[in-house]
Each structure stands twice: as structure tokens, then as C-alpha cells.
Antibody
Framework: QVQLKETGPGLVQPTQTLSITCTVS????????MQWVRQTPGKGLEWMGF???????EYNSEFKSRLSISRDTSKNQVFLKMNSLKTEDTGVYYC??????WGQGVMVTVSS | DVLMTQTPVSLPVSLGGQVSISCRSS???????????LHWYLQKPGQSPQLLIY???NRFSGVPDRFSGSGSGTDFTLKISRVEPEDLGVYYC?????????FGSGTKLEIK
């Protein structure tokens, strides 16, 4: 059974770095693209980027300068790191397998 | 970026009725490989988006045949017939032909 679960800090201060982990089961990260999508009150659903089955990455230029996606295949985990956070980055962050199967999402609030 | 325009924003419907949602893109979604990467999602309250239709007209696994997708180029439609209570929520279109991937702003299906 395919499962994806995001875990993150919940609350992050402005200018700090956000780190979210997506832990998966039921499939291999080397066989699928893993995507990150966020949903914010201001912009709705936004595609952030993905890591391909082979390990290369593609980012939305909107985030490119401050976003990093990586993975640890031995731990079945995919990571999102985004720095220089602003209040507008408040929202729910999702990981998704090929944009077919999605995690439940993790709520992130950027506030001092 | 490709702008995805969904109409209407809100769609009142009677249970058992039929509705159509429109999604228009600011440029053609025909990929150089000949495929059209336009997909439809439903986000039920408190849940992550779930894939309904991929590549214009293909129902995802487990999606009832009450849902159908059509269109080409820049103009696409999702039709829902015999609406059931479980169909209520917000519908989004997504294009993955061009980078960055972009979502429509959503259509909320609600009971009349």
C-alpha cells in the first residue's frame, strides 16, 4: 500500500529555514518522481518542484533561489528545504508521488 | 508561466444533477511528444487533492464513470453527472506540459 507522510516544524520564524520530510512506503523512490506542492491562502495550489527517479531536480523559478529538494533512498525519505521564509509562505505543504498519490500535508505557519 | 483560468468559481448543484467545469490555458497544452498534460483534481474539505482525470480524458484508478474529461489545445472541460454528496469540494485543473506546472484557482461544487 502506497503511503506518504509529511513531517515538519509547524511554526517557523521569518527569515529562518523550513525543513520538511516526506516519508514514503509501498514503493521505491528510484522508480517515481516525487513532487512538492504547497497551498497558501494568497496563491492557492503552487507547484514547487520535484526530484526525478534518477535523482535530478527541477524547481519552480518562483522558489529556485531558496528551495532545495533532496532524498535518502535508504530511508525512503524526500526532503524539502526552503530558506529566507516570509509570512506569505504560510500554508500546507504536500509531497506527492507523480502527482497521483498525495500525502496528508503539513501545516506550516511563518510568524514571529 | 501558463495561466490556468477556471470557471465558474462556485457551482451550485442539486444532487443527481449534472455540471460542467471549464479550464482554459493561456497557451496550448500540447507537448512536443504529442500528449496533452491536463489533469483534474478534487479536494474534499480537510483533505489533500485527489487525482480524478489525467491527460485530459483518462479516469484515474477507482474514479467512477460519472466523471469525464474532454477538450484540446487550450480549452478543457470536466463533466460530472448524477452528482453525489461525496463529489462536493473544490475542483482544480493542472497543466504539466510546461514548466512551471500550474494549477487553476479552483471551482467549488456545493449543494443548491
Amino acid at each position: 500500500q502506497v503511503q506518504l507522510k509529511e513531517t515538519g516544524p509547524g511554526l517557523v520564524q521569518p527569515t529562518q529555514t523550513l525543513s520538511i520530510t516526506c516519508t514514503v512506503s509501498g514503493f521505491s523512490l528510484t522508480s517515481y518522481y516525487m513532487q512538492w506542492v504547497r497551498q497558501t491562502p494568497g496563491k492557492g495550489l503552487e507547484w514547487m518542484g520535484f526530484i526525478r527517479s534518477g535523482g535530478s531536480t527541477e524547481y519552480n523559478s518562483e522558489f529556485k533561489s531558496r528551495l532545495s529538494i533532496s532524498r535518502d533512498t535508504s530511508k525512503n525519505q524526500v526532503f524539502l528545504k526552503m530558506n529566507s521564509l516570509k509570512t506569505e509562505d504560510t500554508g500546507v505543504y504536500y509531497c506527492a508521488r507523480d502527482l497521483q498519490d498525495w500525502g496528508q500535508g503539513v501545516m506550516v505557519t511563518v510568524s514571529s | 508561466d501558463v495561466l490556468m483560468t477556471q470557471t465558474p468559481v462556485s457551482l451550485p448543484v442539486s444532487l443527481g444533477g449534472q455540471v460542467s467545469i471549464s479550464c482554459r490555458s493561456s497557451q496550448s497544452l500540447v507537448h512536443s511528444d504529442g500528449n496533452t498534460y491536463l489533469h483534474w483534481y478534487l479536494q474534499k474539505p480537510g483533505q489533500s487533492p485527489q487525482l480524478l482525470i489525467y491527460r485530459v480524458s483518462n479516469r484515474f484508478s477507482g474514479v467512477p464513470d460519472r466523471f469525464s474529461g474532454s477538450g484540446s489545445g487550450t480549452d478543457f472541460t470536466l463533466k460530472i453527472s448524477r452528482v453525489e454528496p461525496e463529489d462536493l469540494g473544490v475542483y482544480y485543473c493542472l497543466q504539466s506540459t510546461h514548466f512551471p506546472l500550474t494549477f487553476g484557482s479552483g471551482t467549488k461544487l456545493e449543494i443548491k
